[in-house]
Protein backbone atom coordinates (compact mmCIF):
# COMPACT_ATOMS: atom_id res chain seq x y z
CA UNK A 1 0.00 0.00 0.00
CA UNK A 2 3.13 2.32 0.54
CA UNK A 3 3.17 3.19 -3.17
CA UNK A 4 -0.55 3.97 -3.55
CA UNK A 5 -0.84 6.94 -0.93
CA UNK A 6 -0.82 10.58 -2.13
CA UNK A 7 3.26 10.62 -2.22
CA UNK A 8 3.75 8.43 -4.79
CA UNK A 9 0.63 9.93 -6.48
CA UNK A 10 1.98 13.45 -5.85
CA UNK A 11 5.08 12.39 -8.02
CA UNK A 12 3.82 10.55 -10.83
CA UNK A 13 0.98 13.94 -11.70
CA UNK A 14 4.59 16.23 -11.83
CA UNK A 15 6.26 13.18 -14.31
CA UNK A 16 2.49 13.88 -16.09
CA UNK A 17 1.41 10.82 -15.15
CA UNK A 18 -2.12 11.05 -13.93
CA UNK A 19 -3.97 8.69 -11.53
CA UNK A 20 -7.37 8.42 -10.12
CA UNK A 21 -8.03 10.51 -7.45
CA UNK A 22 -7.15 8.54 -3.93
CA UNK A 23 -10.40 8.79 -1.74
CA UNK A 24 -9.33 6.56 1.05
CA UNK A 25 -6.67 4.32 1.65
CA UNK A 26 -5.83 2.40 5.22
CA UNK A 27 -4.03 -1.19 6.15
CA UNK A 28 -6.13 -3.30 4.16
CA UNK A 29 -8.05 -1.17 1.78
CA UNK A 30 -7.93 1.67 -0.99
CA UNK A 31 -10.68 3.56 -2.48
CA UNK A 32 -10.22 5.59 -5.92
CA UNK A 33 -12.36 7.86 -7.79
CA UNK A 34 -14.82 5.72 -10.13
CA UNK A 35 -13.54 5.95 -13.31
CA UNK A 36 -16.53 5.17 -16.32
CA UNK A 37 -14.40 4.44 -19.10
CA UNK A 38 -13.38 0.75 -17.82
CA UNK A 39 -9.54 -0.23 -18.28
CA UNK A 40 -7.52 -0.46 -21.19
CA UNK A 41 -7.55 -4.00 -22.63
CA UNK A 42 -11.54 -3.42 -22.63
CA UNK A 43 -11.13 -0.71 -24.78
CA UNK A 44 -8.62 -2.56 -26.93
CA UNK A 45 -10.39 -5.46 -27.13
CA UNK A 46 -13.76 -4.25 -28.68
CA UNK A 47 -11.09 -2.27 -31.00
CA UNK A 48 -11.55 0.58 -29.42
CA UNK A 49 -8.90 3.46 -30.46
CA UNK A 50 -5.57 2.16 -30.95
CA UNK A 51 -4.07 5.19 -30.05
CA UNK A 52 -4.59 4.48 -26.13
CA UNK A 53 -1.30 1.97 -26.40
CA UNK A 54 0.24 4.76 -27.75
CA UNK A 55 -0.60 6.99 -24.53
CA UNK A 56 0.39 3.84 -22.26
CA UNK A 57 3.92 3.49 -24.25
CA UNK A 58 4.30 7.10 -23.09
CA UNK A 59 3.18 7.15 -19.63
CA UNK A 60 5.84 3.91 -19.48
CA UNK A 61 8.58 5.61 -21.05
CA UNK A 62 7.90 8.36 -18.66
CA UNK A 63 8.39 6.68 -15.81
CA UNK A 64 11.72 5.50 -16.83
CA UNK A 65 12.82 8.29 -17.45
CA UNK A 66 12.06 9.12 -14.05
CA UNK A 67 14.11 6.38 -13.16
CA UNK A 68 11.36 4.00 -12.02
CA UNK A 69 9.54 1.20 -13.33
CA UNK A 70 5.54 -0.28 -12.58
CA UNK A 71 6.57 -3.84 -13.24
CA UNK A 72 2.70 -4.80 -12.72
CA UNK A 73 2.27 -2.70 -16.35
CA UNK A 74 -0.87 -4.26 -17.78
CA UNK A 75 -3.20 -2.80 -19.83
CA UNK A 76 -5.35 -3.84 -17.19
CA UNK A 77 -3.72 -0.99 -14.80
CA UNK A 78 -4.79 1.23 -17.38
CA UNK A 79 -8.29 3.09 -17.01
CA UNK A 80 -9.22 4.85 -20.37
CA UNK A 81 -10.87 8.37 -19.64
CA UNK A 82 -11.86 10.19 -22.76
CA UNK A 83 -9.11 10.17 -25.38
CA UNK A 84 -6.38 9.74 -22.68
CA UNK A 85 -5.37 6.54 -20.15
CA UNK A 86 -4.85 6.72 -16.15
CA UNK A 87 -2.77 4.33 -14.57
CA UNK A 88 -3.97 2.85 -11.66
CA UNK A 89 -2.62 -0.37 -9.25
CA UNK A 90 1.23 1.27 -8.15
CA UNK A 91 1.53 -1.69 -5.72
CA UNK A 92 4.84 -3.12 -7.38
CA UNK A 93 6.22 0.30 -8.76
CA UNK A 94 9.56 0.79 -7.54
CA UNK A 95 12.35 2.85 -8.04
CA UNK A 96 15.18 1.21 -10.41
CA UNK A 97 16.76 1.81 -14.00
CA UNK A 98 17.54 -1.33 -14.22
CA UNK A 99 17.57 -2.76 -17.88
CA UNK A 100 14.98 -5.92 -15.87
CA UNK A 101 13.03 -3.78 -14.73
CA UNK A 102 12.27 -1.42 -18.12
CA UNK A 103 11.92 -4.82 -19.81
CA UNK A 104 9.00 -6.39 -17.15
CA UNK A 105 7.18 -3.45 -18.10
CA UNK A 106 7.21 -3.13 -21.78
CA UNK A 107 6.90 -7.26 -21.67
CA UNK A 108 3.86 -7.32 -19.11
CA UNK A 109 1.81 -4.51 -21.03
CA UNK A 110 2.29 -6.67 -24.50
CA UNK A 111 1.52 -9.89 -22.71
CA UNK A 112 -1.46 -8.51 -21.26
CA UNK A 113 -2.95 -8.03 -24.95
CA UNK A 114 -1.29 -11.09 -26.51
CA UNK A 115 -4.37 -12.33 -26.78
CA UNK A 116 -6.01 -9.81 -29.08
CA UNK A 117 -6.79 -9.87 -32.65
CA UNK A 118 -5.41 -6.32 -33.43
CA UNK A 119 -2.24 -7.50 -31.04
CA UNK A 120 0.26 -5.81 -33.86
CA UNK A 121 -1.58 -2.88 -34.27
CA UNK A 122 -1.33 -2.53 -30.15
CA UNK A 123 2.05 -3.17 -30.03
CA UNK A 124 3.10 -0.90 -33.06
CA UNK A 125 1.42 1.74 -30.94
CA UNK A 126 2.66 1.27 -27.36
CA UNK A 127 6.03 1.23 -29.46
CA UNK A 128 5.73 4.11 -30.72
CA UNK A 129 4.35 6.15 -27.41
CA UNK A 130 7.19 4.32 -25.81
CA UNK A 131 9.58 5.65 -28.68
CA UNK A 132 8.62 9.11 -28.98
CA UNK A 133 9.10 9.63 -25.23
CA UNK A 134 12.51 7.78 -24.82
CA UNK A 135 13.85 7.61 -27.90
CA UNK A 136 14.62 3.73 -26.71
CA UNK A 137 13.81 1.09 -28.80
CA UNK A 138 12.66 -2.44 -26.43
CA UNK A 139 15.20 -4.72 -25.96
CA UNK A 140 15.32 -8.41 -26.52
CA UNK A 141 14.69 -9.18 -22.89
CA UNK A 142 11.38 -7.43 -23.04
CA UNK A 143 9.95 -9.49 -26.08
CA UNK A 144 11.20 -12.74 -24.12
CA UNK A 145 9.54 -11.92 -20.92
CA UNK A 146 6.37 -10.82 -23.04
CA UNK A 147 6.52 -14.42 -24.67
CA UNK A 148 6.69 -16.09 -21.16
CA UNK A 149 4.07 -14.00 -19.48
CA UNK A 150 1.43 -13.83 -22.08
CA UNK A 151 1.63 -17.39 -21.17
CA UNK A 152 -0.86 -16.90 -17.58
CA UNK A 153 -2.30 -13.95 -19.10
CA UNK A 154 -4.02 -14.87 -22.02
CA UNK A 155 -7.37 -16.37 -22.47
CA UNK A 156 -7.06 -17.04 -26.21
CA UNK A 157 -3.99 -19.32 -26.17
CA UNK A 158 -4.78 -19.74 -30.13
CA UNK A 159 -4.54 -15.85 -30.84
CA UNK A 160 -2.02 -15.48 -28.59
CA UNK A 161 0.38 -18.19 -29.42
CA UNK A 162 -0.01 -16.37 -33.35
CA UNK A 163 0.64 -12.93 -32.21
CA UNK A 164 3.84 -14.79 -30.67
CA UNK A 165 5.47 -15.74 -33.50
CA UNK A 166 5.07 -12.49 -35.69
CA UNK A 167 7.92 -10.36 -36.28
CA UNK A 168 8.64 -8.08 -33.42
CA UNK A 169 12.77 -6.99 -35.02
CA UNK A 170 11.50 -3.55 -36.18
CA UNK A 171 10.66 -3.42 -32.08
CA UNK A 172 14.24 -3.66 -30.97
Same mark, same amino acid.
Given at each position: MANEGHASRNNLAKLGIPTPELIAIADRYLVEEYIEGGDLYGALASFGEIG??? $?????? *? $???????AFIDNKAQNYLVLG &? *????TDLG %?????NS???RSM &? !? *? =? %??ASVM &????????? $?? %?YSGYFAE? *?? $???????? !???????? %? =??? =??TMFQNMILDSRSLL
Open positions: LAS $KAGSLT *G $KLHLAGQ &D *GVIR %FMNKTQFA &D !I *G =S %FL &DLTNYQNIE $KA %FT *GL $KFTYLSIV !IRNLLSLG %F =SSD =ST
